[in-house]
């Protein structure tokens, strides 16, 4: 038997398990502090920790230890335990009292054994098979069941073979051996449910993180997915940056906490999105709202061309006495009331011929025209990168030198000041207002994130968000901060913004552009002070771009990348990254 000479070390010894306990994070390296512990504490050769699984009503071996047969199964050993876990109930219903775990489990008792080959009551028949095919003897056994504060089952303890070191013997477990391991699986079952509750809120604070993503991709069927690919894309390039050994950037580093708050705001940077209208972010052509007006102004065309078939036929009609145009052509021209062209769009004239073959012909004109002129504000719907002058000021003519009579019977112009105004963007399909709107997503998205109370491990999660629509020049919005005033992280899920958005093919407005395409205006963003320059060298030096290509882009974008004609490509980017 252990004497209690010891019992004050072995206390303090116990004391400072505990504190050790409160402090570990990771639940692997948890439970086996524990079972070293237990074992350590009470000089036991062996020893296997079960935890409960409630909903299977079983035991599940997570860690176990053998000193003699040098076996570690389970927590950070890298082994998997393949052994079958103890139930406590059979198939009836019946529960299991038969097994020295599931009995001390089903009671709440500890159960001390001096003997499993000479107890009674037990089934040992397992630890016999294994004793004989190990070369084992398994002698004394101390089960412990782990009981949280509220007296919820945890988890079971179970060492085995108490050593005796002044005699170098295996003995039974002593009494004081049985109140520590007590005292230690209690400390251990609240330290577990503590972890096991602080595990549980921070995957249902990232449920909810998830949550909102769902929201605003399933708001757009065009933006699906945005919300998950830039956080992978700003991971990627952060451990690009994280193995770095040169340049300005080698210094920087990442532990598990700073990666898990990144990746925390990168699933938040665009949360402001849940209160953009979704007509706005589903504008997939110049004219859409909740519907594309091209719609409309078909509809208009459409009355035009009916109008000059009627004046058309009312001209060919033979001459009314009571008319006092005297000829067909003057008829024509008189009823071409509304809608007709201004001087050079559709004009007859000419002296002499068949009347009637010249309004036949001048008709055919009109339409013509009118087709050509639906045809090009078709085509100037559709977004672009850059419009030309001369098609803004064609949409310009059109707008006034047609006339329709509206629903009011007065003659209005052809397009209104609005229809105008969004048929001449030059860039994409956004107005200046509408773009403003987009942009007002990144204040929401800072209101929303600075009003949370954020823990210390999370506290750079709104700056880090706040930051993808930022320049280094200074230029960016809505702080206008410089690349100076801003961290690498924010940075970096800058660029990780803008290369999803330039690869995606889920835009209304737009194709995803190629590797090639998508580097060489990255690279001209670097040129020009809008990302960060070193992060774009990382970028390219460590083909962060074509592991995320390989990732996420359909091989048709996944082009063959010549580096050489990237602009912003330098030497050191450039020696590496081929």
């Not at 700073?258 to 589903?282: N, S």
């Amino acid at each position: 038997m252990h004497s209690s000479d010891n019992l004050i070390p072995r206390l303090k010894e116990l004391n400072e398990i505990g504190i050790a306990l409160s402090q570990q994070r990771d639940l692997n390296s948890l439970l086996e502090t524990i079972l070293i512990a237990a074992k350590r504490l009470t000089h036991a050769d062996a020893g296997t920790l079960y935890l409960y699984q409630p909903e299977q009503q079983i035991l599940r071996f997570e860690i176990v230890r053998n000193d003699t047969q040098k076996t570690a199964m389970g927590g950070t050993s890298g082994v998997a335990i393949r052994y079958e876990p103890v139930r406590l109930y059979d198939d009836a219903g019946n529960p299991n009292h038969a097994m020295v775990v599931s009995h001390a489990a089903l009671t709440g008792e500890t159960i001390n054994i001096p003997d499993a080959y000479a107890a009674e009551g037990y089934d040992f028949s397992g630890t016999k098979r294994y004793d004989a095919k190990h070369g084992y003897r398994s002698h004394s056994f101390l089960t412990v069941p782990m009981r949280n504060h509220e007296n919820e089952l945890i988890g079971v303890l179970q060492l085995i073979n108490a050593w005796d070191r002044s005699t170098s013997t295996i003995v039974p477990f002593s009494i004081d051996d049985q109140q520590l391991l007590e005292s230690l699986a209690s400390q251990a079952a609240i330290a577990l449910t503590n972890r096991r509750l602080v595990q549980q809120l921070e995957e249902l604070f990232e449920a909810f993180v998830q949550l909102i993503n769902t929201a605003i991709d399933d708001k757009s069927a065009y933006t699906g997915g945005h919300c998950d690919r830039v956080p992978e894309l700003t991971m990627m390039l952060a451990e690009a940056v994280n193995r770095t050994k040169q340049g300005p950037l080698k210094d920087f580093a990442m532990t598990d906490k700073d990666r898990h708050e990144l990746k925390i705001a990168g699933l938040l940077h665009d949360c402001g999105k849940v209160t953009t209208p979704v007509h706005v972010v589903d504008k997939a052509t110049k004219l859409q709202t909740l519907f594309d007006r091209i719609q409309l102004i078909d509809t208009r065309f459409e009355v035009l061309k009916r109008d000059a078939e009627i004046a058309m036929l009312r001209a060919s009609l033979p001459p009314n006495p009571s008319d006092k145009t005297t000829s067909h052509s003057t008829r024509w021209e008189s009823q071409q009331v509304a809608g007709y062209p201004a001087s050079g769009r559709g004009e007859y004239g000419g002296q002499g011929g068949d009347e009637m073959a010249i309004i036949q012909s001048q008709y055919k004109a009109r339409i013509k025209q009118l087709d050509e002129d639906r045809e090009f504000l078709r085509h100037c719907n559709i977004g672009c990168e850059s419009m030309p002058e001369a098609e803004q000021l064609r949409i310009r003519e059109i707008a006034t030198s047609y006339q329709w009579c509206d629903i009011d019977s007065s003659l209005s112009n052809f397009l209104s000041d609005n229809e105008v105004e969004n048929l001449t963007i030059r860039s994409g399909t956004l107005t200046a207002a509408e773009r403003e709107i987009i942009n007002h997503h990144i204040v929401v998205t800072i209101k929303m994130l600075e009003s949370l109370p954020w823990p210390k491990h999370l506290k750079n999660v709104p700056e880090y968000a706040a930051g993808h629509h930022e320049r280094m020049d200074g230029k960016g919005y809505p702080r206008g901060l410089t690349g100076d005033q801003m961290s690498v992280q924010a940075k970096v899920m800058g660029i990780a913004d803008i290369f999803e958005a330039l690869t995606a093919k889920d835009r209304p407005y737009k194709k995803g552009k190629t590797l090639t395409e998508s580097l060489t205006i990255l690279g001209k963003f670097k040129l020009n002070g809008h990302i960060d320059p070193n992060l774009f060298d990382v970028f390219i030096r460590e083909k962060v771009y074509l592991d995320y290509a390989e990732k996420f882009l359909p091989p048709e974008q996944i082009d063959e990348v010549d580096l050489s004609k990237i602009p912003g490509i330098t030497l050191d980017s450039f020696s590496q990254a081929n």
